[in-house]
């Protein structure tokens, strides 16, 4: 589980988190949704340290990360996977390269349990037989399939994703979704992934927060959304004109031709 | 204000650099590895630019010593002096902070765009350390070596101009590059390309690590490990002079 109390984040004096009190619970998938610029990628580095909050705790299973010194910090973060917007593959390495990465550093594994392991990773994340490729020669969502497979190569207590259907088409989208959803039941991992696809939500989101201009404005889960009255949540949901649509055909609206 | 805050930043990066490597034994394979990417591979420009070198600074002595008092020898004398105190280290330094310095602060300031440096620290990597060290030592180790290349081949380069031109008697040159020999003088520019080594190496990866933004700033950041390198050297043979050679 990971806690975050009354955290605060500033830049140049422009406060981008204010406030922020939340938790997220262990094996579930905690989703973070909220516009573009709203704080969410921010929140998501403060609470793994890439950021320094200006004020605040983050607790991970009841350790304040925020008063861990360097040394402690990199411990925690052997913990921890990953998953950035951009995938963040190292270029010069190939695929197994990649996933093995964290192997190579941390374990003392022999290389033939090594390379079992990224191949059990690549096979979970259904990427067999690409692992002398180089991430220049993989597809969007191949790349985001082989930085998943690196996250979870340590067994991982805590899997972080930042926007991990950014630029993928809704199909590989979903299967990205599957996949991470699938892990965190499979491994009982807290995961946390950062989003604004409302697919993503109404598919994966057990735990959902909503941040809107640095503050959290609303949580419950996906299927509290529809029923919230928060103005700010729906505007943001019911943002397109689709879901407009599939709000008014749930609603009594639909009754009103003047709605079509 | 602002110098010593960059300093302070130097200082406190430096020091993650030369903490406790996670894994000596992959420090050392990336220690090798950068010994080709950063060193062996610099070998082909700085034979190419010491041959020219060696051949233009005889030429030009040559060219303005019009006493017939002065021994031709005299020729090759300086041709020597210069190449080992000055150019083999220094000019050869700068020609690597051009070369190696951009290299290390683009590709670092890449890695730091394209969250590669967030992903290494997501894994409880040291990324200062691991990213940069291998690079500091590898360049430590292997630029004496480049230095002396560069010696050998700048007085070969001049004798090829004698014989080429014939400027200046080979025997002359021959004799001039051997007499009054100090062999301290390689000595003193074997410890500047160490120093210099480290100053290229650490200030470019630090531009390159501290970059924000997107390619425009890799770029900048590029410029200014180069052009802070070379202030730096320039300063650094300075003061190493006085307190060598004084």
């Known amino acids: 589980m990971i806690e975050v109390k009354d955290l605060y984040k500033s830049f140049s004096g422009e406060s981008v988190l204010d406030d922020i009190s939340v938790s997220?619970?262990?094996?579930?998938?905690?989703?973070?949704?909220?516009?573009?610029?709203?704080?969410?990628?921010?929140?998501?580095?403060?609470?793994?340290?890439?950021?320094?909050?200006?004020?605040?705790?983050?607790?991970?299973?009841?350790?304040?990360?925020?008063?861990?010194?360097?040394?402690e910090r990199q411990n925690l973060r052997r913990e921890i996977g990953m998953l950035f917007q951009g995938s963040a593959l190292f270029d010069s390495l190939t695929v197994e390269e990649n996933v093995m990465f964290p192997l190579n550093m941390f374990s003392d594994m022999t290389p033939g349990d090594k390379t079992d392991r990224v191949n059990f990773c690549l096979k979970r994340v259904n990427l067999e037989n690409e692992n002398a490729l180089y991430p220049g020669e993989l597809s969007g969502g191949m790349k985001k399939r082989v930085a998943i497979a690196r996250a979870i190569v340590q067994n991982p207590k805590y899997l972080f994703c930042d926007e991990p259907n950014s630029g993928l088409d809704p199909i590989t989208a979903l299967l990205i979704d599957d996949l991470i959803s699938e892990i965190t039941k499979e491994f009982d991992i807290t995961t946390i992934v950062n989003t604004h696809d409302m697919?993503?939500?109404?598919?994966?989101?057990?735990?959902?927060?909503?941040?809107?201009?640095?503050?959290?404005?609303?949580?419950g889960t996906k299927e509290d959304i529809l029923n919230s009255e928060d103005v700010n949540l729906n505007d943001f949901v019911f943002a397109s004109n689709f879901a407009k649509k599939i709000k008014a055909m749930t609603t009594d609206e639909i009754r009103d031709p003047e709605n079509y | 204000m602002r110098f010593l805050s960059v300093f302070g930043r130097y200082v406190i990066f430096m020091s993650r650099v030369f903490s406790r490597p996670e894994k000596a034994r992959i420090y050392l394979k990336q220690t090798i590895l950068e010994m080709e990417s950063l060193g062996f591979n610099s070998v082909g420009i700085v034979i190419i630019i010491s041959i020219f070198i060696g051949a233009v600074i005889t030429l030009q002595t040559r060219y303005n010593l019009e006493n017939p008092l002065l021994p031709l020898y005299i020729i090759g004398l300086t041709a020597r002096d210069t190449m080992l105190l000055e150019f083999s280290s220094t000019m050869v330094g700068l020609i690597l902070a051009g070369k190696v310095g951009s290299n290390i602060a683009s590709?670092?300031?890449?890695?730091?765009?394209?969250?590669?440096?967030?992903?290494?620290?997501?894994?409880?990597?040291?990324?200062?350390?691991?990213?940069?060290?291998?690079?500091?030592?590898?360049?430590?180790?292997?630029?004496?070596?480049?230095?002396?290349?560069?010696?050998?081949?700048?007085?070969?380069?001049?004798?090829?101009?004698?014989?080429?031109?014939?400027?200046?008697?080979?025997?002359?040159?021959?004799?001039?590059?051997?007499?009054?020999?100090?062999?301290?003088y390689i000595v003193y520019a074997l410890i500047k390309t160490v120093f210099y080594a480290f100053i290229i190496t650490s200030v470019s990866a630090f531009q390159g690590y501290n970059v924000k933004g997107g390619a425009l700033e890799v770029g900048r950041a590029s410029t200014r490990g180069v052009v802070f390198s070379s202030i730096l050297i320039l300063m650094t043979d300075v003061i190493l002079t006085q307190l060598m050679l004084a």
């Open chain 1, 24 to 71: 997220f619970e262990k094996g579930k998938t905690n989703l973070i949704i909220g516009r573009s610029g709203s704080g969410k990628t921010v929140l998501m580095k403060c609470i793994v340290g890439l950021h320094e909050a200006d004020k605040g705790s983050v607790f991970f299973d009841g350790r304040d990360f925020l008063k861990m010194n360097f040394k």
């Open chain 1, 199 to 219: 697919n993503s939500v109404m598919e994966i989101g057990e735990k959902v927060v909503f941040i809107h201009e640095g503050r959290k404005c609303w949580e």
């Open chain 2, 107 to 184: 590709e670092i300031g890449h890695m730091r765009i394209t969250e590669q440096i967030d992903a290494l620290e997501m894994m409880g990597v040291n990324s200062a350390s691991y990213l940069v060290l291998p690079k500091i030592i590898a360049t430590m180790v292997f630029n004496p070596f480049l230095t002396a290349i560069s010696m050998s081949v700048g007085l070969f380069g001049g004798w090829m101009a004698c014989i080429i031109t014939g400027a200046l008697p080979s025997a002359d040159y021959l004799y001039g590059i051997q007499y009054y020999f100090i062999p301290f």
